[in-house]
């Protein structure tokens, strides 16, 4: 649950995509964030498994609305 003032960070595929292979390359969490100026080490985490679980495609951000589905 969010948190009062709490403010959320989206980044882009490209920098998910760069900090994974960051990591398999065997830098730390802390270095990755740092160099690519990520807020939440935890969503590195995150990213891993996704990536682990579903490939490039399970670190595609696929909150909101479909973006093939239109309603008239």
Do not use: P
């Amino acid at each position: 649950m969010a948190k009062k003032g709490q403010t959320f960070c989206s980044y882009s595929l490209d920098t998910k995509k760069k900090a994974v292979n960051m990591r398999l390359q065997g830098m730390t969490k802390k270095e990755v964030a740092e160099a690519l100026g990520i807020a939440d080490i935890g969503r590195l985490k995150v990213w891993m498994r996704k990536y682990r679980e579903q490939g490039d495609s399970g670190l595609i951000d696929q909150r909101g609305r479909s973006k093939g589905t239109f309603h008239y």
